[in-house]
């Protein structure tokens, strides 16, 4: 150990130098560098995906698990028995909510503290293996790349995953180096948690017992030792859980092969090295490149790693084999039953990123502080987005305002995450914090999806159509009954979409749609008066029947509102516009027009047969004389406006009152 000298001159009498010992070490200066380093990295890491999901809502899989998660502890555990996914996050998670509550930001929070352990133990990895220096780029990498800051951090078990393949394999490290048996305790309970997590924990754990049986000397038991370890890991998941995901997997229970990585071994090695893009886009692999071409030709002499064979190429080694075993144990459960996707592989990315980081540490100081810079300003300016990421967060927004208690809601979402995370934000998430009764929501869904559904939510399904059977559309018109408005939320089709849609319109109009940020169709139904239509416009246009919303009676500065039913008898021609006037009685003077599109909905888009609702408006002038005035109605083409459509009545079609219709007579008071 060097110890360092400061001399210092002092201005006494004498003025003789005075020698002062320092006792900070050249080590402890790198140590207390690595460790600042590693602070700022994690700090930075942490807050960029905080940053980039302000404001987004679940995807379908992330909201799934956060709903699933809200049920009761013994509920969770006998729902979660039925299908492939272990227990841990959910049971984490399920107190989490419990304590902090359920909105985004709290749950993804809590995945953040994951992320930042994996960005803890993927420092140690590299440090242990190489340097500090390789530490702190290891952390930077797996920090920075878009797929780990999307899935590690959203709320799912995707941080815990990535937390608990560098955990244990860090922990592993410490044992091997140290012998201590706290580290063979610690390393058996990450070791369970982390296979009680997901199934790819497991799959991490068999390629650590390859690389230690590879590169751990036979000398004192060593490798006996560690198999001891992974077995006491493997039989307590086995006891607890493996059984059932064993039978999910060979039942084929993983999850719908749409979500899995599709064709030969090449195809998956493509679909990966995309996936795994960093930005700038190649940073990554190119540094993962030199790290190969250079890490076994180096020697690395810091700690104490005697138990180790091989050692010009264990260091190298180690992570490589954990690469190469993590994607061939993968590829063969792949071959049985389909599991392999991008973000079951997470647990392979602190491994290449050690890899890569030794690499960018072999590299001249400049040279990484510009790679540095990059890869920060580049993660700070964008935010990678799956494609099959869909939201629902617009479902109480398009509601909020509108919905009244009693209301009826269709998920019209034939996905069974979609229609998870759609109902969790139609009942838990309104805009007025109420919480919606299941009994007022109608679940429109695939008969294939429903055994699997049913059982996830805290408040069970009451209402669900799966078929278009008559038994189907008769329970839908019993749910229809006494409900005065209708909010319709459609993903994709399926065939007994129209069934139901046609039952709701027999006795329901569309008073508005909308597709929210282009991602579903959202649709506000209203019941339609029963009373017979009132006039006929041209050949094919019906107003069924209308209301004043407003008093008869207005003062002077106040809005006269008229809601009005519409139904087209085929397809129209031109986006027709309704005019609607005040009449004065005593004088004929016109008070005050309105003149806006016929609908919502605009009248080229009308289904054939469908009603669909209009509100008009109009403003009261301040100075507007008391008396009675007329409200009269007008349908004409906004192109050609002096052409209007003739007017008459149901019973007499034939006949044509006129161009404008006299619907009723209001007063203006003072």
């Known amino acids: 150990m060097t110890v360092k000298q400061t001399t210092i001159t002092s201005s006494t009498a004498t003025d003789q130098p005075v020698t002062v010992t320092s006792n900070v070490t050249s080590a402890q200066v790198a140590r207390a560098g690595a460790w600042l380093s590693m602070a700022v990295v994690s700090v930075y890491c942490l807050l960029l995906p905080m940053w980039q ?44 909510i419990r304590v902090f509550g359920h909105h985004e930001f709290i749950t993804r929070y809590l995945s953040g503290l994951f992320l930042l352990l994996a960005l803890a133990f993927t420092y140690q990895i590299g440090r242990m293996l190489f340097n500090r220096v390789t530490g ?40 091997l180096r140290s012998g201590r048996g706290a580290f063979a305790v610690l390393y058996v309970a990450l070791g369970l948690m982390f296979a009680y997590t997901h199934y790819y924990g497991t799959v991490t754990i068999l390629a650590q017992a390859v690389a230690v049986a590879i590169f751990v000397r036979w000398r004192d038991l060593y490798p006996l030792r560690a198999l001891a370890l992974f077995a006491a890991v493997g039989a307590g998941f086995v006891a607890g859980w493996g059984l059932v995901v064993l039978h999910s997997l060979m039942g084929g229970g993983g999850g719908s092969n749409l979500q899995f990585v599709q064709g030969s071994i090449f195809d998956v090695l493509a679909y990966l090295y995309v996936q795994f893009q960093s930005r700038p886009t190649g940073i990554l692999a190119m540094a993962f490149l030199f790290g190969v071409l250079t890490l076994n030709t180096l020697q690395y002499t810091s700690g104490d790693m005697t138990r180790f064979r091989f050692q010009r190429v264990w ?68 935010h990678w987005l799956p494609d099959h990421r869909r939201f629902f967060a617009e479902i109480p927004d398009y509601m909020a305002g509108q919905y009244q208690p009693g209301d009826g809601i269709f998920l019209d979402i034939p996905a069974r995450a979609e229609q998870i995370v759609a109902t969790y934000y139609a009942r838990e998430r309104q805009a007025s914090g109420e919480r919606i009764p299941p009994e007022d929501v109608y679940h429109v869904l695939r008969d294939v999806e429903f055994e699997r559904m049913v059982n996830v939510f805290p408040q069970p399904l009451v209402h ?21 408005q209708l909010w319709h939320f459609q993903l994709n ?64 500065c106040d809005t006269l ?30 008070l005050r027009a309105s003149d806006d599109q016929l609908s919502l909905v605009l ?22 004389p008391p008396g009675t005035y007329d409200i009269l109605f007008i349908v004409y083409d906004p192109v050609t406006p002096d052409d209007a459509l003739p007017v008459a009545y149901p019973d007499d079609p034939e006949t044509v009152i006129g161009t404008w219709a006299y619907l009723t007579s209001v007063q203006v008071v003072e």
């Open 561 to 590: 509102h008229v809601q009005s039913w519409w139904r087209g008898a085929d397809a129209l021609p031109v986006n027709y516009s309704l005019g609607v006037k005040m009449v004065s009685q005593s004088d004929g003077q016109v």
């Open 315 to 382: 260091r190298g080694g180690f992570p490589l084999t954990m690469i190469v075993g993590i994607f061939v144990i993968a590829v063969a459960l792949h071959s049985v039953s389909p599991s392999l996707n991008d973000r079951n592989m997470i647990v392979i990315l602190p491994f290449i990123c050690v890899v890569a980081a030794s690499g960018l540490a072999n590299m001249p100081r400049r040279l990484q502080a510009v790679i540095a810079v990059l890869v920060i300003v580049a993660g700070y300016t964008t």
């Open 136 to 175: 702190v780029w290891a952390a930077l990498m797996l920090g920075l790349l878009p797929l780990v800051q999307h899935y590690a951090y959203e709320g799912n078990s995707y941080g815990l995953l990535v937390m608990g393949a560098a955990g244990t394999t860090a922990v592993l490290l410490l044992w």
């Open 603 to 624: 009248a080229q888009q009308w289904i054939p047969g469908r009603a669909y609702s209009d509100d008009s408006y109009i403003e009261v002038p301040c100075d507007a």
């Open 493 to 556: 089709f399926q065939s007994h979409s129209d069934e139901v849609n046609a039952t709701i319109a027999e006795q329901f109009g569309v008073a508005q749609t909308d597709v929210p940020g282009e991602k579903f169709i959202a649709t506000r139904w209203q019941r339609l008066p029963d009373t017979p239509p009132n006039f006929v416009y041209g050949p094919d246009i019906t107003l069924l029947d209308w209301q004043m919303v407003t008093p008869y009676e207005l003062a002077a």
């Open 464 to 484: 669900a159509a799966q078929d278009n059977s008559p038994e189907s559309l008769d329970a839908v018109r019993a749910y229809l009954e006494g409900r005065q």
């Open 53 to 96: 999901f302000r404001g987004l809502g679940y995807r379908g899989d992330e909201g799934w698990r956060i709903y699933q998660s809200m049920n009761t502890l013994p509920d969770l555990l006998a729902q979660l028995s039925q299908d492939i996914s272990p227990p841990m996050y959910h049971i984490i998670a399920s107190q989490w």
